[in-house]
């Protein structure tokens, strides 16, 4: 390569890497803005009926769990047995983490990473209200798990990887830590068409996990690229069936865009919320 070819590829990484660190900046404040206002429990737990959980998970869990953030119920896809370990990407208040606790049992433990400050501290807050200890949670990014090779017998996630610049990287990372045999369990929004700039660009949209989401064939090929076999889609629904229109984030959404009713339907009919099981083999 040419030294002026190699300059431009230098800089060209080093770009994205800033512009990587820069949106996960804005998510992680977005986050933060998420813990601090949070005020309807009984609008997040109404969405949460809708994404697939039922009325004794929602009550097992503290209040200020359940922050209405999840567009699926990841440890519905598959059964987790007794003593496993399980790792929760991008844990949140820790919803998926203490209900894979009481699965998992005394024998077991969960771990939630997650990179937002406010996020943990609600987690761990929540840790000591249910007196749980087969629970931490650590501070880290998905794409670059804080986590030995080959520790882990299952990853839970709901609603973060579409968040990630690098999702490549977050299933590399995936299939290192998981034990030969291991599995999967994702609960994410792809998109079925390529949605306008404007929205994309919206940082709410971002937030709202959709702006970042990739298109169904890519997401599932990045999954089968990082090694993973028996990859299935257990379950899908339309964003349109998973949220309510006239949720905040999504009316702040449709302000900021200015978009009309119809424009709001067919952008939402083209967001899918999977359920994803995979294995390493
Ligand atoms: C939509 S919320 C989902 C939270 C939780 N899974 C739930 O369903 O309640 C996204 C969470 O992922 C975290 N997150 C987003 N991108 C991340 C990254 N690259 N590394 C670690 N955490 C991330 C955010 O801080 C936030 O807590």
């Known amino acids: 390569m040419s030294n002026h070819l190699e300059s431009s590829a230098t800089e060209l990484t080093r770009r994205r890497a800033e512009g990587a660190d820069a949106l996960r900046e804005q998510v992680k404040e977005g986050y933060t803005r998420v813990v601090a206002s949070f005020d309807d429990t009984e609008r997040a737990n109404e969405a949460a009926r809708r994404i697939g959980y039922d009325d004794e998970q929602l009550a097992a869990v503290p209040e200020g769990t359940n922050l209405g953030v999840g567009c699926g119920n990841p440890t519905a896809i598959d059964a987790l047995h ?44 929540n840790a000591r209200k249910t007196g749980v200890t087969n629970v931490e949670f650590r501070e880290g990014h998905i794409e670059d798990l804080p986590l030995e090779d080959e520790s882990v017998d299952v990853i839970l996630s709901n609603c973060v990887i579409n968040l990630s610049p690098d999702k490549e990287s977050v299933y590399r990372e995936a299939f290192r830590v998981l034990r030969p045999g291991g599995r999967i369990m994702v609960s994410d929004i792809v998109l079925e068409q390529e949605l306008p700039a404007a929205v994309v660009a919206s940082v709410d949209a971002y937030l709202g996990c959709v702006g970042g989401a990739s298109l169904r064939e890519t997401y599932l090929e990045t999954i089968q690229k990082a090694g993973f076999a028996e990859i299935r889609v257990d379950r899908e629904s339309s964003f349109l069936d998973a949220f309510a229109l006239d949720d905040p ?32 083999a």
Do not use: C, N, W
Not at 105 to 118: K, S, Y
């Open 249 to 280: 984030m999504v009316q702040g959404i449709v302000e900021e865009l200015g978009l009309s009713a119809e424009q709001v339907k067919e952008y939402a009919g083209s967001v899918t919320s999977l359920h994803i099981f995979a294995r390493k």
């Open 82 to 125: 007794p003593g496993e370990t399980v790792v929760d990407l991008g844990s949140g208040a820790g919803m998926d983490s203490f209900l894979a606790a009481r699965q998992v049992g005394p024998t077991g433990r969960v771990i939630g990473v997650d990179m937002t400050p406010a996020m943990l501290e609600k987690a761990r807050e």
